[in-house]
C-alpha cells in the first residue's frame, strides 16, 4: 500500500475505531465520539472499552478484536504501557492507521522515549500509519471526521474553507482555529500531529498538497522533521500554486553549544531554517496575526504580479498611513497613467486627489455609479498589480459600497483588498463570505498585499534552475587528507579549498627554525607569519600571528616570538611549525564558511569578514548547491552591500570573483560530503577586475 493510499486511511477513514472511549463527553476519551457524532460523521463508529455496552448512545465493544468490521482509524486514548499490544491488536484486526492522542512517551524521558522507539519499530516493521503518540489529532471538514479532542469545537461551528492549518502545537491548533473562524475563514483540514514519530507535518503537507479541497497551507512549526519531502511537497505545492506559509517559532539560539569556527557562531540554526524555507518555496511569517493575515489573502485565490497598489481611500490621512506602510512592506505606489488620472479627476471633487494615493472624499461614495467607476479605474490602470480599499464607518452606505466593491471583485483578476475601520458585523459576515480581504487596521492591509507579491516573487525564484558551472571537483578533491576525521591545519586546509578554485595567498610552511631560515632568502618581504597547528583555530588569540615582517631577521624573531607564545598558553604539543605568506594589498574583508545542520544540508555561509564578523552580524546563508546568480543575490542581501557596490568614495569592488568563490565552496562541499566546517576569513577582495583571495581557511572533515 502506497504512503498516499494509507494517509488517506488515516485521513478520510469510512470508520473510525476509539479505544479507551468515555460515556464522559467532556472528557479527552469521550470528545472525538461526541464531535463525530454531533458533525455528522456518515462512517461508522466503534467505541471500545471493557466496562461500557453502550457509550453515548453508540454499540460499546470489549475489545479491538470485537469490532463488527474492519475500521480504516483506530484511535488510542489508553495508558502509554498498553499501547504496543493495542497495536497488534490493530494490526490482527487489519487495520492501516492509528492515532495515538496518549501523552508519556518521548516528550517525558528516557522511559517515554524507549515506548516510543518500540511503538516506530513495530509500525514500521509492519506497514502501520501512526500519528502521534502525545497528539490533538485532526478535523477533516468535508468528510466532518472530528478525530480530536479540541476545546475549539466545543464552541459548535464547523467552519468548513479551503485552508490547511497544521500545528505542531496541540494547544495552539485549537486557539488558531477558534480565533481564524472569528476571523470568517473557514479550513479543510485541523491537524496536530504531537511527537511525530512516523507521520510528520511534512507528511500532512505532502497530503494537503494533493488535496483538491485545500487551497493554501498554513503551519504553526516548531521544528522540521524529514526535509526531503518537505523539500519535494513545497515544490510540488508551488508548482500547483498552492501557497505554504509557515510560522516557524523558536529563534533563538539559547543553550545550542557553539561551533568551534567563526562560521559555526554566526550563523544560526534559526537562520539555515530561513534558507531552507525560501529556497523550497515555503512563506515565512513572524507572529500569529501574519498567519491570519495569510490565510485572509490566500483563501481568496487571486495572485498579485507585482508589488504596485492603487489606493482609493475616503481620506487624504488614511492615504499618507498607507503610503508609509507601503514603504515599510516594500511595496511601491505607482504614479498612475495621465489617463486614469484625467478619468477620476472628471468623477471625484476638486479638494480630492486623482494621484496615487487616490483621495475619493466621502462624497463620491454616496452613488455607485461613481464609486464603481472610480475603483474600477484604478484597478484598470498598467501600473497597479494590487487594489486597496480604505473605508471607515458609512454603514449607512453599505449597500453601494458593497456592491461596487463585489462587482469590481468579479470583473479584475487583480487583489483586491479592503481596509474597513469599524465594519459592523454585518459588513464583516459579508465580506468573509464573499472570501474578499477585509483588515481593520491599514497596516494589516498592506502587509496582506505584500504577502501576495512575496509568494509570486518566491515561487518565480524557486522555479529558475540551479545553473551549474559543469566543473566536477569529485575527481580532483575525492582523496584529499581522505580519513583524517578533524580540524585541517591552515595548509591543508588552503590546498584543500585551492583545488576547488579558490585562489589562495600562495603560502609556505617552515617546520622549524632550520626550515624556515632556508627558505628566508627566496621570499618576497613584507610577509605574514603564523603559527601551524591543527588545533589552534584561533592564531591570533594567542599571539601566533606576526604581519608585515620585512626581512630575514624579522622573519627568525618572529618565528621564536610565535613559539614562546604558543608554550606560554600550554600548547607545544600542537605545533606544527609556520606558515608564510606574502603580504596582501588591503582588501575588503569578507568571509565565506559553511553551516551544516544534521537535518536540512549544509549551507553557505557569506558575511563581512575578520575579527569584525562576530561583533557586526551581517550575514546571508543559502543552501547548496549554489550558482553565480544565487551568489550574486547573496551578496545583493547584504546590509553592508555598499561597502563592495562603491559608495561616494569607495570604488567598486570585484563582485564576481566574490560571487566565484561562493560557488567553488558549494562545488566543493557537494563533492566532499565530509566537511563538516569550513570557515575563510578573511578574504579580500579587491576593486573590479582585481579578483579576490583567501588569507585564511579552516576545514574540519568528519568521517
Known sequence: MSNQQLMKHLMAPDSIAVLGASNRPESIGG????????????????????????????????????????????????????????????KARKIPAVMIITSGFSESGDDGKKLEEALVTYARDNEMLVMGPNCQGFVNFDKKVTATFTGALSRGNLQQGNICLISQSGAMSGMLYAMAVDLGIGFSYLISGGNESIVTTSHFIDYAVDDDRTDAICVYMEGIKDAPLLKAAARKAVEQDKPIVAMKVGKSEAGSKA???HTGALASSDAIVDSFMKQSGILRVETTDDLFDAMKVFSNGKRSDGNRIGVVSISGGAGVVMADACEKYQMTLPKLSGETEKELSANIPAFGSPHNPVDLTAQVLTAYEKFYHCIETVAADESVDAVVIFIGLLEHLKDNLLKAIEDLNAVTQKPILVTWLAATPEIKSWFYEKKIPLFEDSDRCIFGASLLWRYTALKREVMLPIERTGDDLTASVHEMYKGINGFLNEWDSKQMIAAAGVMTDSPIVAADAAALASIAEKLNYPVAVKVLSQSILHK??????VLNVGDKTALLNAYTSILDNVEANGLASAFEGVIVSPMRPKGTEMIVGIKKDPHLGTAVVLGMGGTMVEILKDSVMQLIPIDKRNAVKMIDSLKSRKMLYGYRDIARKDIDALAAIIVRVSDLCMARPDIQE?????????????GAVALDALIKLEV
Open 259 to 261: 561551533a568551534s569556527s
Open 540 to 545: 591570533s588569540d594567542i599571539g601566533g600571528v
Open 678 to 690: 569550513m570557515d575563510i576569513n578573511p578574504i579580500f577582495v579587491y576593486d573590479e577586475g582585481q
Open 31 to 90: 470528545r472525538p465520539i461526541k464531535f463525530l457524532k454531533d458533525y455528522g460523521f456518515k462512517g461508522a463508529v466503534y467505541p471500545i472499552n471493557p466496562k461500557y455496552e453502550t457509550i453515548q448512545g453508540l454499540p460499546c465493544y470489549k475489545d479491538i478484536s470485537s469490532i463488527p468490521q474492519k475500521a480504516d482509524l483506530l484511535i488510542i486514548i489508553t495508558k502509554p504501557n498498553s499501547i504496543l499490544q493495542a497495536m497488534r491488536d490493530a
